[in-house]
């Protein structure tokens, strides 16, 4: 039998705080992240608007300065500050900051994207301006790549680093792939996750433009809920072999159980019933989740007509009968979509929610929806719950989906 | 080199995140640690301020930050007349 492979570091952040404990007494107050918030294009472009979105606040970028003890200034894009600081608390949990990490670890991280507010602003000035000559540090801020090599780079990680991409299953690529690479022997220990910063002016015109978004909030599984809401931040774990954290003396927080990974291969904005579930089950299967008494879902709950409907008869036909037994949470309700990082933000969530026991309420909600029925929604206040076993699901555009299994 | 020499070193300072202190005229590049991506990253800062275009060769015999500061300013005093 394979060795485990367990997690020993948790980072976030996100419009509900810059690390781990701001994010969790948010969730836990009921506090949402959200709110109405100016998109200004500049003096070339259309009117400003307002928009409701939930963007990192105050100073992201200190907050990563404060943790480092240097500054990094605008030698990178939002997206790969924010899985820097994120990579940082989450070594800094597990008691690996301090050391080169070496040819024995990994860095692997998703986001939908890449370096939105950089390109955007170079496109301003080339476009807009007709400024001819283009900053020379935006190909390396926009890369997909930036924030694991940045990762890497701050923790002296020689091992495989790379980034995975798809959409808003991207975090949840990185954890499967990384767990992957200790798995196969490649590391024994990986730094996973997600990061996104696409909320720029140009970025929020263009969710708009899809008539996904949400001109209130965020309201999951809701009667009445009309779109999601767009996000940033990032989110990180530390994964490794279990006998690896034993050595070092690592505190567990729970062991990685599998993935599912499939895709629906159907239609690119539109969900599918049966990559859900097929996702669902593939990662229910090694730890025998689908028998469990009580397992934690964190919901994809993006909010929109078409995810909530599809997701919630995704969890009544994977776990049928015992489909009532599971607390469902959506923390997008609170953190927004942080797409590409979402798999992430929600893991390390409810990674805390099954060490604390006790489940944050979704946020928003205005009264049950037919269409979603037959699950056990967490609703009000935060839950007491007996689960140790956790699904993470993300669902992204072009059909991509991923669940995570993790235990205590 | 009258005007511009202090805020000059104040965006190479903040471009190239190198302690201003370390940013002395009589110091050479390699001892200050700027690199060439550290360089173009505070010229492209310096032609968005003056409104100036430097070529690409510009620095090519220059050896200490002085040097540096001397054909900026020369650039930027060109463009004034």
Not at chain 1, 18 to 45: C, K, N, Q, Y
Not at chain 1, 320 to 342: D, M, Q
Request: charged share 20%; with cysteine; glycine share 12%.
């Amino acid at each position: 039998m394979a060795e485990p492979i367990v997690a020993t570091g948790l980072g976030a952040i996100s419009a509900l705080g810059h690390d781990m404990a701001e994010t969790w007494d948010a969730v836990l107050a009921g506090r949402s992240g959200i709110e109405p918030t100016l998109f200004d294009p500049g003096p070339r472009g259309p009117p400003p608007v307002t928009t409701a979105a939930a963007l990192v606040k105050g100073d992201g970028i200190g907050a990563l300065e404060a943790a480092l003890g240097r500054r990094v200034g605008s030698s990178l894009d939002p997206f790969a500050a924010y899985a820097l600081k994120a990579a940082h608390e989450a070594l800094g949990q597990a008691g690996l900051l301090g050391q080169p990490l070496g040819a024995r670890a990994a860095v692997v991280m998703g986001n939908g994207i890449g370096g939105m507010h950089t390109l955007e602003k170079a496109y301003d000035k080339f476009f807009g301006v007709r400024v001819g000559k283009i900053h020379p540090l935006t190909i390396p801020r926009v890369m997909v790549s930036a924030p694991v090599s940045a990762v890497a780079m701050e923790f002296g990680v020689t091992g495989p680093v790379f980034a995975t991409s798809s959409a808003c299953a991207s975090a949840g690529h990185a954890i499967a792939q990384g767990a992957s690479l200790i798995a196969g022997g490649l590391a024994d220990v990986a730094v996973v996750g997600g990061s996104e910063a696409m909320a720029s002016p140009g970025g929020i015109r263009s969710w708009e433009g899809l008539q996904a978004t949400s001109e209130t909030t965020c309201r999951p599984f809701s009667a009445g809920r009309d779109g999601m809401i767009v996000g940033d931040g990032a989110g990180a774990l530390v994964l490794e072999r279990l006998s690896h954290a034993e050595a070092r003396g690592a505190r567990v927080i729970a062991e990685y159980c599998g993935a599912g990974l499939t895709s629906d291969a159907f239609h690119l904005t539109q969900p599918s019933l049966d990559g859900a579930i097929a996702a669902m089950r593939q990662a229910c299967a090694p730890g025998g989740f689908l028998e469990a008494d009580q397992v934690l879902i964190s919901a994809h709950g993006t909010g929109t007509p078409l995810n909530d409907k599809n997701e919630a008869a995704a969890i009544r036909t994977a776990f049928g009968e015992r489909a009532l037994r599971h607390p469902v949470i959506a923390t997008k309700s609170a953190h927004g979509h942080v797409i590409g990082a979402t798999a992430a933000l929600q893991a390390v969530i409810a990674l805390r929610a099954i060490e604390e026991g006790l489940a944050p309420p979704i946020l928003n909600y205005l009264g049950p929806d037919e269409e979603c029925a037959g699950i056990d929604l967490v609703l009000g206040e935060p839950r007491k719950i007996s689960a140790r076993k956790l699904l993470v699901n993300a669902f992204a555009f072009g059909g991509l989906n991923v669940s995570l299994a993790f235990r205590r | 080199m009258a005007g511009h020499e202090e805020e000059l070193i104040d965006i190479i300072a903040e471009e190239a995140l190198i302690d201003r202190s370390k940013l002395v005229p009589s110091a050479t590049l390699e001892d200050i640690g700027l690199d060439s991506v550290d360089l173009v990253s505070a010229v492209f800062a310096i032609e968005e301020k003056y409104g100036v275009e430097i070529a690409e060769d510009a620095f090519a015999r220059t050896d200490t930050l002085g040097d540096v500061l001397a054909k900026l300013e020369a650039l930027i005093e060109a463009k004034k007349d």
